[in-house]
């Protein structure tokens, strides 16, 4: 494995440990992904391309600054995909 893509646990390699933030709401409005934004931008390169915000929407949507709204229920299949690579 290369430096800095991952680390091994058993027989699975997880993604690099960089900062995904996540907030969780009812809603899915524009200023709900702004602490998302304000966090990305403080943390640099060790932040994620875009942070995730977990609501009561019904399907997943693109948000303000590349952000990503995501229903509930989807959330454990999205991190499934996230740790095993597929997504």
Known sequence: ?????????????LPSPRCLPVCCTATAAPRHV?????LRDLLGDEAADRGLLVCGVERER???GGHLALPWQAFPAWLGQLLDGTR
């Not at 494995?1 to 390699?13: F, K, L, N, V, Y």
């Not at 702004?34 to 304000?38: A, C, D, I």
């Open 34 to 38: 702004e602490p998302l934004t304000r």
């Open 1 to 13: 494995m290369a430096p800095g893509t991952g680390r091994e646990t058993g027989d699975r390699t």
């Open 62 to 64: 693109p948000m303000p």
